[in-house]
């Protein structure tokens, strides 16, 4: 069993900046990712990065703005968001892959095993 604590998340002007954290307990070697839905639309991936030799996959709509990265001492993976929009309104949502030293750059919620409770982003214009 997975435990995520995740952080970072509120309100932030358009352009501007957060971090998100989901600090991970019980499991490694698995690729990490996170996921954000907005209201009434469906969840979404934004980006990845696999555990052994830390190789990312990034959204289209997010490359160039997001950075996900990773602490493997304190199992935690971080996402930094710069140049918000508005569009980017939506609970974001930390989640463990189910493929054991995936490294491939194909990630969908089917694939994810574990979800964390999500943390509320607003960009407001």
């Known amino acids: 069993q997975v435990q995520f604590v995740e952080s970072g998340g509120g309100l932030v002007q358009a352009g501007g900046s957060l971090r998100l954290s989901c600090a991970a307990s019980g499991r490694s070697t698995y690729p990490m990712a996170w996921f954000r839905q907005a209201p009434g639309k469906e969840r979404e991936f934004v980006a990845a990065i696999t555990w052994s030799k830390s190789s990312t996959t990034y959204a289209d709509s997010v490359k160039g703005r997001f950075t996900i990265s990773k602490d493997n001492t304190k199992n935690t993976v971080t996402l930094q968001m710069n140049n918000l929009k508005p569009e980017d309104t939506a609970v974001y949502y930390c989640?463990?892959?189910?493929?054991?030293?995936?490294?491939?750059?194909?990630?969908?919620?089917?694939?994810?095993?574990?979800w964390g409770k999500g943390t509320l982003v607003t960009v407001s214009s």
């Open positions: 989640a463990a892959d189910r493929r054991p030293f995936y490294s491939g750059s194909y990630y969908s919620t089917a694939d994810m095993a574990y």
